[in-house]
């Protein structure tokens, strides 16, 4: 098992991963594509039955290594309806490319306040819940609603995960488990050895949740408070990077790093190594399936969403991206595997999430951020 | 009297190449050239202009108006920092490039017996991709570098003496990158040099030192012209080496507009500072180009 699990600890740290990585995956699934092909016959089985055939094509936009391999196969068996991938390294990425006019994707799975932004912009379809009875009975209601789609109009959860902080158990001898723990450790006996995501709404939102504030707070004096506090930071800071810290924190040239879970639950395949979501709360993230407009083939999205949300595939996806799942825990408890479930980087306890918001900054809030966080770097 | 003679003799000049003496080309076979400048750079700058006077809208709308808000945004102790800063590290990389170009250039043109290996030496860098050179740099200002380790262990540096990630490492890769584009074009003043001029005012009664300034120095200046804005220009832009070897700890104009397209999602204030950067890189090198022009003439 521990071999196991370490082969996908490395894989689902792609997620927010490199060009190189991206355009590798982007090439395996080009030769692989066509195996999908020809399996789409009569009387294939799925384990909720009600699978209805829809055949065409699937063009699914995604991050990299975001889903498991045997899931492919597995629903074009159940569907008859082939899949064609390609990935994008960002939501920006992926906005760009939408908004520069792209069409012809039938699904994709942006971060929640892009899922806002690409609503706004026009670039959505509406989902039809009615064509998605396995996600209205199995989703967990936490990930209805969410902030960024009120009305679940356009989005509906594939996966989330939480933004806190890794430190390495052998370096560091205190177990941090604030965001107070982490500005102390950072200013104090570890200055120089503590990393940042390069990201102001983590960063800052972190640091707003510390003083007690929300994670968007678009209040001026409490975002001031919260500058205050990271200009005293910012000498004791390393480096600040969203790509690099993985690494920084194996080699040991960092102990402390702010960052996501996945990242955290990386470095702890490769040395000893705690992911913390802090006592004070901080961020949670979701990606979210939509259909993006112009889609040819929404059906087969429809039936992708309500294919993966049949408690035993989704368990088939965490088990391979070990990120949360939006499946009620109760259904995808008998189904998943045990180690898995045990894991608290991928099913944190419920206590912990209660204190979690999702990144949802007014566009006032993003430009006094962007001016924070253009001070704090210029310190 | 010597300005006016060389006034002359350049009017003289370029009458005589403007005249009907050469060969004469049809104006249509600038016109490949003409549309690629119109297509890719003044539509580009055209579109900047009209960004930076708009207005961003919620999260990613742009509103066609005219507002001088970004700028009046712009004006702030904050970001004029971030372009000093810029102004000063472009100015240091093409000083600290001319210093340490001139010498190896001028050794390649009138000493050096194999050119052509050492001209290869400064161009195979250009084989690898900028950003590879960039991360290699990574490896060799880790603190577990064999030198670093070696002056530790000898007691020179600290124990916690690390390069990466500082101020020192942005320099060092500013210096190393952009090289090559200071030594090539002096390379190319200095090899067309009659150095028997050089001798001729030594044998008049010149020191060294003074051949050098009245003699070759005018005569390559429009190399270290041309070497100067290639380096200098790109370094006003330049945002990728403060992010692998600064550890984005610092904040140059270059990273501040990518943060606005790429991040912060504000196009409009975005196009203005980039505006703003022209602005005052056109202003600084006209000025360089004027003095540097005079100088010519009086040298001459």
Not at chain 1, 101 to 129: H, Q, S
Not at chain 2, 217 to 237: E, H, K, Q
Request: hydrophobic content about 45%; some cysteine; aromatic content about 14%.
């Amino acid at each position: 098992m521990p071999e196991e699990s370490r082969t996908i600890w490395e894989r689902s740290y792609d997620r927010k991963g490199f060009i190189a990585i991206s355009a590798m995956t982007a090439f395996l699934a080009a030769c692989g594509g066509d195996d999908d092909g020809g399996a789409g016959g009569e009387g294939a089985k799925t384990t909720t039955g009600a699978m209805e055939k829809v055949g065409g094509t699937l063009h699914y936009y995604n991050w990299a290594d975001y889903v498991n391999p045997k899931t492919y196969p597995a629903f074009t068996k159940a569907t008859g309806v082939k899949v064609k991938k390609d990935f994008f390294v960002s939501n920006e990425d992926l906005q760009a490319k939408l908004q520069a006019g792209a069409t012809g994707y039938d699904l994709a799975a942006p971060t929640g306040y892009m899922v806002k932004i690409l609503n706004e912009a026009g670039k959505l379809e509406k989902i039809d819940w009615s064509k998605l009875p396995n996600a209205e009975k199995n989703i967990d209601p936490k990930f209805r609603k969410l902030p960024f789609d009120p009305n679940d109009e356009v989005s509906v959860a594939k996966d989330w995960g939480t933004t806190g902080y890794v430190y390495r158990t052998d370096l560091v001898k205190e177990r941090p488990t604030s965001w107070r723990d982490f500005f102390d450790l950072a200013k104090g006996k570890y200055s120089k050895k503590v990393t940042l995501l390069d990201g102001a709404p983590e960063v800052i939102g972190s640091t707003l949740v510390m003083l007690g504030h929300s994670y968007n707070s678009e209040d001026e004096g409490e975002l001031d408070q919260a500058k205050k506090e990271l200009l005293e930071l910012k000498p004791h800071i390393l480096a600040i990077t969203s790509t690099q810290y993985k690494q920084m924190v194996v080699a040991g040239r960092a102990s402390i790093a702010l960052g996501w879970n996945g990242d955290g639950a990386f470095v702890a395949s490769k040395k000893p190594a705690e992911y913390v979501v802090a006592e004070e709360g901080g961020e949670f993230w979701v990606d979210s399936y939509v259909i993006p407009k112009g889609s040819r083939n929404p059906d087969a999205a429809h039936a992708w969403i309500n294919f993966v949300y049949d408690p035993k595939n989704n368990a088939t996806e965490t088990e391979y991206t070990f990120y949360g799942s939006p499946v009620k825990r109760e259904l995808i408890k008998p189904v998943i595997d045990p180690e898995v479930f045990k894991n608290t980087d991928v099913f944190p306890p419920t206590s912990q999430l209660e204190k979690l918001e999702a990144n949802d900054i007014s566009p006032k809030g993003t430009r006094l951020r962007d001016r924070i966080w253009t001070e704090f770097k210029a310190a | 009297m010597s300005v006016e003679a060389s006034r002359l003799s350049l009017r003289r000049r370029r009458t005589v190449t403007a005249g009907a003496g050469g060969p004469r080309y049809p104006g249509w076979l600038a016109l490949p050239a003409t549309a690629w400048y119109a297509f890719f750079f003044l539509g580009p700058l055209g579109i900047l202009a009209v960004f930076s006077v708009s207005r961003r809208e919620g999260y990613t709308d742009i509103v066609y108006s005219f507002t001088l808000e970004n700028f009046r945004y712009l004006w702030d102790p904050l970001y004029g920092d971030v372009f000093l800063r810029t102004f000063g590290l472009a100015l240091f990389g093409t000083a600290a490039t001319l210093l340490v170009g001139f010498p190896f250039a001028y050794y390649l043109a009138r000493y050096a017996r194999r050119k052509t290996l050492l001209l290869l030496l400064v161009i195979i860098p250009f084989w690898t991709s900028f950003l590879i050179r960039t991360y290699a740099w990574l490896i060799i200002l880790s603190p577990d570098f064999p030198i670093f380790r070696a002056l530790r262990d000898a007691g020179i540096t600290s124990e916690d003496f690390s390069l990466l990630y500082t101020r020192e490492a942005i320099y060092i890769g500013v210096v190393y990158n952009y090289l090559p584009l200071m030594v090539l074009p002096l390379y190319a003043a200095l090899e067309r040099m009659d150095w028997s001029l050089v001798e001729a005012a030594e044998d008049l009664g010149d020191t060294p030192f003074t051949a050098f300034r009245r003699v070759t120095l005018p005569l390559v200046l429009p190399g270290v012209v041309a070497g100067s804005l290639l380096v200098f220009i790109p370094l006003t832009g330049e945002y990728l080496i403060p992010v692998i070897l600064g550890g984005d700890l610092t904040v140059f104009a270059g990273n501040l507009i990518a943060q606005q397209f790429v991040t912060a999602r504000d196009w409009p204030f975005g196009a203005a500072i980039a505006m703003v950067v022209i602005g005052a890189m056109t202003i600084a090198i006209l000025i360089y180009a004027r003095l540097t022009a005079r100088e010519v003439q009086y040298g001459g």
